[in-house]
Every structure is written in structure tokens, then in C-alpha cells.
């Protein structure tokens, strides 16, 4: 393991040492603004440590943070490339747009 790795795992060993503010009944525990940005710079660091950048500063993998005490469950797929696997594209887009306009219905209702 090259050192940079190294430190981003004392960093997540670090984050899930730390004494967690439970709320009562069945919540999850208080995420704060903070919390949430330092979790996903945490991820960044871990992808970035292990796969580098690509000459754009791509790296081969991409995420989407969803704190669900203030947004809804990520209900879509990953959609494959379409010239890699035509039918898996085809499948997802349809689920996707599926869940789209589920959503797009609920809310004409509200």
C-alpha cells in the first residue's frame, strides 16, 4: 500500500471511532453539514488514494452521497454504457424513467 492510502484508512478508522450523538427511538444518529462533507471528502480520498486521477482528474469511480434524514433513498440504477451492453442500458433507462415518473406523478398530486 503506498502511504497516501495509508493515511486515508487512519482517516476512516479515525471517523468511525468517534463517539456517534444517538437520538432516541429508532432515528439514526444527528449527521451535521460537517459530517456530511467530511464523509464524502473521505470517500473522494479513499478512490483517489487507490485508483489516482486520470489526466481530466477523473477517477474510474463516481458516487452520490445521500443523507437520508433530508433527502429521499436514491432509487435509480447505474446506467451501463450503452455501446458496452445495449440491453443493460436499455433495461436501466427504462427503470430509471420508470421511477422518474412515478415520482413526477406523486408530486402532480401533492
Not at 471517523?15 to 471528502?41: A, F, H, M, N, Y
Request: with cysteine.
Amino acid at each position: 500500500m503506498n502511504k497516501e492510502f495509508e493515511k486515508t484508512i487512519e482517516k476512516v478508522v479515525e471517523l468511525v471511532r468517534r463517539p456517534k450523538d444517538k437520538l432516541k427511538g429508532d432515528d439514526w444518529s444527528r449527521v451535521t453539514q460537517e459530517d456530511e462533507d467530511e464523509l464524502r471528502e473521505l470517500f473522494r480520498s479513499i478512490i483517489e488514494a487507490r485508483f489516482g486521477q486520470d489526466y481530466k482528474g477523473s477517477t474510474p469511480f463516481e458516487f452520490t452521497l445521500v443523507n437520508r434524514n433530508k433527502q429521499e433513498h436514491m432509487g435509480f440504477l447505474a446506467v451501463p454504457y450503452a455501446h458496452k451492453n445495449f440491453e443493460g442500458f436499455k433495461r436501466c433507462t427504462e427503470f430509471n424513467l420508470s421511477v422518474a415518473f412515478g415520482r413526477w406523478d406523486t408530486l402532480k398530486r401533492l
